[in-house]
């Protein structure tokens, strides 16, 4: 009866992930947790989750053109390292239980700040009007890349709305299609890699992964169907308003 659960969990957020766009992480995260899962398991779950229901998007929007390899070849150049680093760092605790406080201290980070970008984004992106040389916004956002790396690895969200957010503001003259192919290109590495490294760990449920993708995989493409039927200036500050519930949560609770 579980399993079933957690394929339906599977298919609301994959449907929520399709029709607005805001990264699986963020909302799987939070759930697995509402279900019982410590945080190990469900960052580590969620880290392999995102990185397999994502690949197929990377390989569509790389056949079209809508991939700037240099650009994800810049920002790897810090995440991955830093993901591996991160890695490193948590196997040096005896147990997943000595750095539990870690995880949700970060997790809370990643996930007001996720809300942020989703509710305010345009915003930002128009105050600031950043203008570096596009060599210079390179070597910015390897910077980014591995501070981005970091905090993913921790809590598997923030590689879709904050990797897209970063590239917005460095390098505004990228078409949409871009930016959103690009950030895919750069998400799917990073988010195996630490999920790859959290299976080394004993951090990663398989029943509960293959239920997550069941559910998820259909819904996704279902989603993108409906995308154009609903507002999406509606439902997005609904979940952002759910983002930053959890992550004020779980940064003072």
Known sequence: MEFIWYIFAGAVVGLAVGITGVGGGSLMTPLLLLFGFPPHIAVGTDLM????????GVVMHAKRG??????????ASGSIPASILTIWLLSQFDKPDHYQEILTTSLGLMLTLTAIVVLFRNKLIQSLKLNFTESKSRRIIMVCGFILGILVTLTSVGAGALGTAIMMLLFPLMRAKNIVGTDLAHAVPLTLIAGTGHIFLGNVDYTLLAALLIGSIPSIYLGTRIATHVPNKILQPILATALLSFGVKYLFF
């Open 49 to 56: 989750y995102a990185g397999i229901a994502k690949s197929t």
């Open 66 to 75: 809508n991939v700037n390899w240099n650009i994800v070849f810049a920002m």
